[in-house]
């Protein structure tokens, strides 16, 4: 499999006097499989492709209500850390400081949103506060709020989180505690010194963020890979493979797989690029782990000496730390099914890149219970009649 070359060569021997050339700039675990800018079929294909997407109504025309949303929220978060300062007798040279931020992450931050979802909100705060009240005060304050509407707390599950709908526009909330006094105006979560010593409620909320935004550092091109990614998103749900609950990928997860082919084909256009994901991972060799950064190839070896990973069938790593796999819920079941729609793909891919099929035919829908007319639910699916 292509990703698993490196081209990287050291002439040690080289005795030349000439000023040692810095190694190229890529960004992946290893130099792209091609560097060739695109061709005037390329760009064509782009078109149709962008022409198509937009055809499936996906695209999201409520955009500067949800910025002007999320800020109003963060304007009303801000003023709550103030009134828990007061409440708590903080210092005013604390209270002074402690700011707060929300950041949005997920499909919003990657900007491939789709027309009608959720938003998914980081709520950062200071290390003083004590993150219950984010699910009992602030959500008291929120449920106040005359735009908000049908509010809930849910705090017993893998990330707490407060849902509500603000203005029409559904949102979701978790909260992350910093292990520190304030949350500065110019906040770079990237650095691992955040996730230090904090709770692992606050690491995973934390890590939301820090993954969606690890993802748009680590490809090339940001334009090209969120155009390629609505399409293979479309794809997936119109073939009813999108669906991390079901044992299949969520949006992280095939967000990842396409930023490692735009790593590969960093001058690639968005058509291309998805070309070249079904070609690539029609020939993946799984469970060799996905991942995006030189310095996780640790992982590798991780994901193959633990013995409770030793299950995963199909690996695909955050690229923030703490590196975790993406796809835990994927079975030999699954992953079977996933293959086979990807083989479809290339094979449709193949037509459209000789002009001998359109998009619209990648992105035919698949009736599942027609396809499969015996099934079962994971056991956290089914819940007692009397539930």
């Known amino acids: 499999c292509p990703f698993l070359l490196s ?16 190694p190229p700039k890529w960004f992946g675990p290893s130099d792209p499989i091609s560097q060739d800018f695109p061709e005037d079929n390329d760009l064509i294909l782009t078109k149709k492709l962008t022409e198509t997407l937009q055809s499936y109504d996906i695209y999201e025309s409520k955009e500067e209500l949800q910025r002007r949303i999320l800020k109003r929220l963060e304007l009303l978060y801000k003023e709550w850390l103030q009134e828990m300062c007061d409440e708590m007798n903080v210092p005013e040279v604390v209270k002074d400081k402690v700011g707060g931020k929300i950041l949005p992450f997920g499909s919003y931050h990657l900007g491939v949103h789709g027309k009608g979802a959720d938003i998914d909100a980081l709520c950062v705060g200071p290390g003083f506060l004590d993150r219950k009240e984010f699910f009992t005060s602030f959500f008291e304050k929120l449920k106040a709020q005359g735009e908000v509407k049908d509010i809930r707390a849910i705090e017993e599950t893998y990330v707490p ?46 890590n939301g963020y820090r993954v969606t935004e690890e993802i748009l550092q680590h490809v090339p091109n940001v334009h090209n890979f969120r155009i390629a990614l609505r399409a293979i998103k479309l794809w997936a749900k119109k073939r009813n493979i999108y669906s991390n609950s079901l044992g299949f990928l969520g949006g992280v997860s095939w967000a990842i797989l396409m930023a490692r082919i735009c790593q590969s084909y960093p001058n690639a256009t968005s058509a291309t690029l998805v070309i070249k994901f079904f070609k690539v991972y029609s020939m993946w060799i799984w469970p060799i782990p996905i991942h995006l950064e030189l310095k996780m190839l640790c992982s590798l070896l991780h994901f193959q000496l633990n013995p409770s990973d030793r299950g995963h069938q199909m690996p695909i790593i ?38 001998k099929a359109n998009w619209s035919k990648l992105f035919q829908t698949q009736d599942f219970f027609e396809k499969y007319q015996c099934f079962s639910l994971p056991t956290h699916l089914i819940q007692p009649d009397n539930a």
């Open 7 to 22: 081209s990287q060569k050291k002439n040690v021997a080289s005795t030349s006097s000439a000023p040692v050339q810095p």
């Open 161 to 206: 989180v407060i849902k509500l709908t603000y203005g029409g526009i559904e949102i979701d909330l978790v909260f992350g505690r910093l292990a520190q006094r304030s949350v500065p105006e110019k906040l770079n979560l990237l650095d691992d010194k955040y996730v230090q010593g904090i709770d692992k409620y606050c690491m995973r909320s934390l």
């Open 318 to 355: 955050t690229p923030a730390y703490p590196q975790q796999n993406t796809s835990v819920n994927t079975s030999r079941f699954t992953v079977a099914v996933m293959m086979e729609e990807i083989n479809r793909g290339h094979a449709i891919a193949q037509e459209i890149e000789q002009n």
